[in-house]
């Protein structure tokens, strides 16, 4: 069992930056991969970013490449995306997802078989 709570959101201008925590409670926090998704209104949810249960491999959709980087303490059984330059389009509720099964990362939600209650994301233009 594996219980996830999100933390760090709020509301920017554009350009700005926010750092999103997860703090995970469970045993197998550190041999679990882990993953951010996001939901805008009206849309589906989206992959942001994932990482390997060591933090040696970390992986990122597009939009969000050079802007956003995802990191794991498994000492404090937490993972973590600080977002930079945020823009408009990045608006969204941002939910954090354990796979316990494996740590390997992937974008698929499928895998993922714990998720956060989501913590929102607002960028004003």
């Known amino acids: 069992q594996v219980q996830l709570v999100e933390s760090g959101g709020g509301l920017v201008q554009a350009g700005g930056s926010l750092r999103l925590s997860c703090a995970a409670a469970g045993r197998t926090f550190s041999s679990s991969a882990m993953a951010w998704f996001r939901q805008a209104p009206g849309k589906e949810r989206e992959f942001v970013s994932s990482?390997?249960?060591?933090?040696?491999?970390?992986y990122y959709t597009d939009s969000v490449k050079g802007r956003f980087t995802m990191s794991r303490d498994n000492a404090k059984n937490t993972v973590y995306l600080q977002m930079n330059s945020l823009k408009p389009e990045d608006t969204a509720v941002y939910y954090c997802?354990?796979?316990?099964?494996?740590?390997?990362?992937?974008?698929?939600?499928?895998?993922?078989?714990?998720w956060g209650q989501g913590t929102q994301v607002t960028v004003s233009s």
């Open positions: 997802a354990a796979d316990s099964r494996s740590g390997r990362a992937s974008s698929s939600p499928i895998g993922y078989d714990y």
């Open positions: 990482i390997n249960w060591s933090g040696g491999s970390r």
